[in-house]
C-alpha cells in the first residue's frame, strides 16, 4: 500500500497461452503460496494485467473459511446476484500485519478466461465470493480499506486475531 501501481487500472489480457502468462502465473503462484495468500493479483507483484489467482483447501490466515477451488482468472467480470450484502474480515499481502471487516455481495457470477483462453462462469457465495471480488478490485486499483465503512473494525491481525497461526503474516 502506497505503491502508486496499486491504484491503476489493470489491462486487458488480450493474447493467450503465451510462454510470458504463464510465466507471470507461475510467478503469482509462488508469491501466493509462500505468503499464505488466499488470493493474489497481477498488480501486487507489479505486473499491470486483469490476471488475479485465488483459492485453497485450508487456508491459515482464514481457518473459518471453506475450501475455495484453485482458480486463475483472466478479464474477469462481476455481477453480483442479489442485493444481500454481507460483512467480513479480509487481509491483503499489500496491506501486511492488518485485518478490516469489508462488505461485500453474498452471491456472485463470476466470467472471464483461463490461461489457455477458455471460458469460466461460475455462480458462487460467501467466501468464494468475497476473495473475488477482494482480488478483482485490485485490477482497478482499490484496495480493501478503501471499501471499509467501519473503521472501527480495522486493526493488527495479532491483536484482533491472538490465537491465529500465521497472524503475524
Ligand atoms: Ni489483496
Redesign the pocket.
Given at each position: 500500500m502506497g505503491d502508486a501501481r496499486l491504484l491503476q487500472r489493470a489491462e486487458e489480457v488480450v493474447r493467450f497461452g503465451t510462454p510470458e502468462l504463464r510465466a507471470l502465473i507461475a510467478d503469482m503462484e509462488d508469491t501466493m503460496h509462500a505468503l499464505d495468500g488466499a488470493?493474489?493479483?497481477a498488480p501486487?507483484i507489479g505486473v499491470g494485467l486483469r490476471v488475479v489467482i485465488f483459492g485453497f483447501d485450508f487456508n491459515p490466515r482464514y481457518p473459518e473459511a471453506g475450501s475455495v477451488p484453485y482458480t486463475v482468472l483472466i478479464n474477469p467480470v462481476l455481477t453480483p446476484l442479489a442485493e444481500e450484502i454481507e460483512e467480513g474480515w479480509e487481509g491483503?499481502?499489500?496491506?501486511p500485519g492488518l485485518r478490516g471487516v469489508v462488505p461485500r455481495w453474498r452471491h456472485l457470477r463470476y466470467e472471464g478466461f483461463d490461461p489457455e483462453g477458455r471460458r469460466i462462469d461460475r455462480t458462487v457465495e460467501g467466501f468464494h465470493a468475497r476473495v473475488v471480488q477482494?482480488?478483482t478490485d485490485?485490477l482497478d486499483g482499490i484496495?480493501?480499506p478503501m471499501r471499509m465503512r467501519d473503521m472501527s473494525r480495522f486493526g493488527f491481525t495479532d491483536l484482533l486475531f491472538p490465537d491465529q497461526a500465521g497472524a503475524s503474516e
Amino acid at each position: 500500500m502506497g505503491d502508486a501501481r496499486l491504484l491503476q487500472r489493470a489491462e486487458e489480457v488480450v493474447r493467450f497461452g503465451t510462454p510470458e502468462l504463464r510465466a507471470l502465473i507461475a510467478d503469482m503462484e509462488d508469491t501466493m503460496h509462500a505468503l499464505d495468500g488466499a488470493g493474489l493479483a497481477a498488480p501486487q507483484i507489479g505486473v499491470g494485467l486483469r490476471v488475479v489467482i485465488f483459492g485453497f483447501d485450508f487456508n491459515p490466515r482464514y481457518p473459518e473459511a471453506g475450501s475455495v477451488p484453485y482458480t486463475v482468472l483472466i478479464n474477469p467480470v462481476l455481477t453480483p446476484l442479489a442485493e444481500e450484502i454481507e460483512e467480513g474480515w479480509e487481509g491483503c499481502l499489500s496491506v501486511p500485519g492488518l485485518r478490516g471487516v469489508v462488505p461485500r455481495w453474498r452471491h456472485l457470477r463470476y466470467e472471464g478466461f483461463d490461461p489457455e483462453g477458455r471460458r469460466i462462469d461460475r455462480t458462487v457465495e460467501g467466501f468464494h465470493a468475497r476473495v473475488v471480488q477482494h482480488e478483482t478490485d485490485h485490477l482497478d486499483g482499490i484496495l480493501y480499506p478503501m471499501r471499509m465503512r467501519d473503521m472501527s473494525r480495522f486493526g493488527f491481525t495479532d491483536l484482533l486475531f491472538p490465537d491465529q497461526a500465521g497472524a503475524s503474516e
